[in-house]
């Protein structure tokens, strides 16, 4: 691989925050919310979801933006990182592989994540492009991006529907990360089995995929068979339900 392009949400990025600081603006316990999130993962759904399972009435986009009037608009720190980020974009960054960030986000989401100062070569939000998952644009975008072939290209994520099938149709290689509610419930659905290259539970494991330069500026020898993330068939694209 040439280029490894990385979702943000529950690849990069904790969730924690994100559906605290909703609960706390609408007045319900974390684990009510967090619970209506499963569920809707759980069915297929989009986890927003299960805010309006809250207040059928909510129109998201205007909550968000009172939100952010009031005082309580996002926040995003070194704490809300998955702890094997910085370690395996640096390994991937020292083996030569080009970095890109490229996931469902805001505009604000953008600008709280350069200001972490990642080790990436570009960092950037679906809001910033004006396009979001699964959208076939998006992933465009995300090919323009890359600065390789799409076969050259490994996208990595979390979710089946908008990260995993999107970029296998747009001709990208795939990594299924086994992380945050989305990861684990579908990690190993049939479809998610047979559509990706790889399937990970841990963003150091692309590490091995790629090899790291030894002192001498060569790659150095393959991990063990053990040490190798799991290689599935890729398949034909499908929607989870």
Do not use: C, N
């Not at 974390?30 to 993962?41: D, F, K, R, S, Y």
């Not at 960030?101 to 990436?120: C, F, H, K, M």
């Amino acid at each position: 691989m040439e280029t490894i392009v990385l979702d943000i949400g529950e690849t990069l990025v904790r969730d924690d925050r994100h559906w605290a600081s909703w609960a706390d603006w609408l007045g319900v316990p974390p684990h009510t919310l967090g619970a209506l999130v499963g569920a809707a993962v759980a069915q297929g759904r989009v986890a927003t979801d299960a805010l309006r399972i809250l207040r059928p009435d909510m129109d998201v986009e205007e909550a968000y933006r009172a939100r952010a009037a009031a005082g309580r608009g996002e926040h995003l720190d070194e704490s809300d990182l998955y702890q094997d980020v910085r370690p395996a974009l640096g390994e991937l960054r020292a083996a030569g592989v080009r970095i890109v960030v490229a996931g469902d986000g805001t505009v604000r989401a953008g600008e709280l994540l350069r200001a972490l100062d990642l080790p990436a070569d570009l960092v950037v939000t679906s809001d910033e492009w004006g396009v979001r998952k699964p959208d076939p644009e998006f992933f465009a975008r995300v090919a323009e991006a890359s600065g390789a072939a799409p076969e050259a290209t490994l996208y990595v994520g979390d979710h089946p529907a908008d990260d995993l099938f999107p970029a296998a149709a747009a001709g990208m290689r795939t990594a299924h990360l086994r992380r945050g509610p989305y990861g684990h419930w579908w990690a190993d659905h049939p479809d998610v089995v047979e559509t990706a290259d790889f399937r990970i539970d841990a963003l150091t494991e692309l590490v091995a995929l790629v090899g790291s330069p030894d002192p001498g500026g060569t790659a150095a020898p393959d991990a063990s068979a053990d040490e190798q993330p799991k290689v599935v068939r890729r398949g034909a694209l499908r929607s989870v339900r």
